[in-house]
């Protein structure tokens, strides 16, 4: 018997808020849960992340052990953290420089069904944005910029976020 865990994942800080709806096996990794993250919602995974539950993180540790920071994501899967923190929420973090913070929450657990692919994506909701326009406030400012033609900053933002 394969369990799969319904997820709600909305970006905080950002209206209208993005959502995303997913089903993974209770056995990912946390790494592998990143990636399905990064796909679902519309991130381009060129930046450091971390799984966060009260103190404590998993991510990508410092190679060389110089510095204290996240636990392996390799090596915790989902089902190990619900069973060692009885979580029903986490937060996960992408690029430290515009900290884009997410909201999981874990809706259920259950049966995989047969014939069924996971993970997958069941709901999407809000897109989310561009990489590197500088968090939450950037984000504001650039979608400011992007609606007034007469924006001083205006023809820079079209251009860069492509046309």
């Known amino acids: ?13 950002v209206e209208p808020m993005p959502m995303r709806h997913i089903e993974v096996p209770l056995k990912i990794r946390l790494d592998q849960l990143h990636e399905v993250i990064q796909a679902a919602m519309g991130w381009t995974d060129t930046h450091l992340y971390e799984f966060r539950v009260g103190d404590a993180g998993w991510g990508m540790p410092d190679p060389d052990g110089f510095y204290d920071g996240p636990m392996d994501a390799k090596k915790m899967t989902l089902e190990k953290l619900l069973d060692q923190t009885a979580t029903r929420t986490i937060q996960y973090v992408y690029d430290f420089g515009d900290d884009w ?63």
């Not at 018997?1 to 800080?13: G, K, S, V, Y």
């Open 1 to 13: 018997m394969t369990l799969i865990a319904r997820l709600r994942i909305i970006l905080n800080d």
């Open 101 to 163: 913070d997410h909201s999981i929450r874990i809706e259920r657990v259950g049966e995989a069904t047969q014939g069924v692919t996971y993970p997958r994506l069941l709901k999407a909701a809000g897109a989310c944005p561009p990489e590197d326009v500088g968090g939450a406030w950037g984000y504001e400012e650039f979608l400011e910029a992007l609606a007034d033609p007469d924006h001083e900053q205006h023809e820079d933002m079209v251009h860069w976020s492509g046309g």
